[in-house]
Nanobody
């Protein structure tokens, strides 16, 4: 059974930085794609798709326009771990962040989510 665990969230002031780490264990394979998604806090009950923040695969990286130039995604290709470095954080970055892994974007394996709060 695959377990995906996020860490590194918390509260930071506008302009601050955070680093999120995701570790997926229990898979017999290395995920082709890993990524981070987010859902605005307090709106989980609405039918709103989790927004792609950034993803990384063997072909390269993909970023939401809202985070380009501020966030950097990286991974170790020998294991199922992925890091999201977030700089120049803004209040609109406040959300629950989810780690994801699989063969493509929005793969079958999700973490439980971790809260990131940016105060103004």
């Amino acid at each position: 059974q695959v377990h995906v665990v996020e860490s590194g969230g918390g509260t930071v002031q506008t302009g601050g930085s955070l680093k999120l780490l995701c570790v997926a264990s229990g898979s017999a394979f290395i995920f082709r794609t890993m990524g981070w998604y987010r859902h605005p806090t307090g709106k989980e009950h609405l039918f709103v798709e989790r927004e792609l923040v950034a993803s990384i695969s063997y072909e390269g990286t993909d970023y939401s326009d809202t985070v380009k130039g501020r966030f950097t995604i990286s991974r170790d290709n020998t294991e199922n771990t992925v890091v999201l470095e977030m700089n120049d954080l803004k209040p609109e970055d406040t959300a629950v962040y989810y780690c994801n892994g699989g063969g493509t974007q929005r793969g079958p394996y999700w973490g439980q989510g971790i809260q990131v709060t940016v105060s103004s």
